[in-house]
């Protein structure tokens, strides 16, 4: 029955247009697009108002869903799953508003030939920020599509050179329960961890992103840098990063360690595999009234299923 | 002066109900229900079902631990309102969110226990309420009260449909749990001080306290010693 009403949120009064028309438009025809410094040479902070900046050079064809009308930046930074400060996705952002991000170091150690402590920075001089326009699915049955700003991991894994031994990649949110207060709460194992396989983690895809909609990432959407893995339940893309470890161990999650038979250390977007509480055969993006069929691997089948090759997805869901 | 309390108390629970039905609509009209608008106004109306059958099954409570007789002439509109939100609860996640979409649907169904809970709980609510009239209490005598005990089991049903739908575990307490777990020990509760032993013990200690403290004997206040059968 096609009968839906339009419930699209209407933003044009909060969001400034033309920024992202704009915006929309050069993704749309662009897709992955470098913007080499640009974060670090405009030195912008959130909320400021933003000039459309223009495509500087195209670095590859579009891989990633970039031809895919993004969410409004409205919709992106109100609609949060980030428990460490509120379990109220629309909380999120107004608790998050004040939440130190400088200095921040990352510091990445383990089975590396060259463990080291990196500012914030550090590595945007070191990296090529580029906009990545990608779908998140989200395990509760919404989805997003997101132009984030971002290098790949694999980069900054060359840089301090995994050891032979090395199989999995641990992450490490920051814990300050005095910043977040969700973090007071005793019902979840703080800080938030995360892990995924070494060749996940250097396929590249997978995003260590610091921005946005060409802004530096929103405090409530995990600044000043998190992971974004797209081809995975949203919640293994883990933010306000402060630890990378490469460990010879699967990491124990956070997610998995409260509720093991839901969340599976993999969690690829996966319609054959079902939840006892969310669609996982479809789903809404946000700013649409209907459902639309959920993806295998989130529609990136392409670039990450030799990953699985052989592997039943159903058992390491 | 009795009447008069009560019609004002019940016209404050009708304006309520209906206000938070409009307020919904509002706030969805508005574009003030998130980004996700169904799932929100989903969970809205769950919720207010769920608070809605609470308050019903507090009544009689009220009036077994306090003696405010009055409480049980509000228990059957409280449970029509829950009805009434629990319909637009599963009418909207049917309707609006799977827009009939019966392939979705069935994909969701088989493997989500908590929407069953919420079905059965529904189909209890809709026979409670189908019977709610003063006929078929006469039509069925006994029965009707036999019949209409079924809300107990809806009560602990809406608990567990809450509890499952939210990420956690109530019983290892982790996860979203504190909500389901306070609705839960509510229900448990006020389904407790049914048990004949705990309302006997209950209600000699409220006659204890009324001697000691000597509470009907301003002349005006609540009438505590009109003691009624216990239903």
Partial sequence: MD???????????????????????????????????????????PGEEQPAEQPQNQTGPDKTGAAEEANTFEEITNFNNYYEFSTDKTEVAGLAKDFKTSPWNLFVSGLVENPATYTMEDLLKMFTVEERNYRLRCVEGWSMVIPWMGFSLAGLLDKVKPLPGAKFVRFLSTFDPEQMP??????????????????????????????????????QNGAPIRLVVPWKYGFKSIKSIVKIELVDYQPETLWSSIAPNEY??????????????WSQASERRIGEAGRRPTLMFNGYGEEVAYLYEGMDLKENY | MYSKRLTFLKAIIHVIAWSALGWLIWDYYSGNLTANPLQAATQRTGKYALILLVASLACTPLNTLFGWKMSLKFRRMLGLYAFMFAVIHMLIFVGLDYGFNWNFLWQDLASKRYIWVGLLTLII????????FQWWMRRLGKNWKRLHRLIYLAGGLVVLHYAWSKKGDVLALQGDVIQPFAFGLAVALL???????????????????RLKFNWAAAPGTRRADTRIKIP
């Fill in chain 1, 264 to 277: 599976g250390f993999y969690s690829n977007v996966n319609p054959d595999v079902s939840h006892p509480r």
């Fill in chain 1, 3 to 45: 009968n839906y009403r339009s419930i699209r949120v209407d933003t044009a009064e909060i969001t400034p247009e033309p920024v992202y028309i704009n915006r929309r438009m050069f993704m749309k025809a662009v897709g992955v697009t470098s913007l080499a410094g640009l974060l670090a040479a405009c030195g912008l902070q």
């Fill in chain 1, 182 to 219: 969700g973090q007071k709460s005793r019902l979840y194992p703080w800080p938030y961890q995360e892990g995924l396989r070494l060749d996940e983690a250097m396929n590249q895809l997978t995003l260590l992103a610091t921005g946005l909609y060409g802004r530096p990432m929103p405090n």
């Fill in chain 2, 191 to 209: 389904l407790l001080v049914r048990i004949p032993a705990v309302r006997q013990k209950a209600t000699a200690f409220r006659s204890y306290l």
């Fill in chain 2, 125 to 132: 609510l809709t026979l409670l309420a189908a019977t709610s």
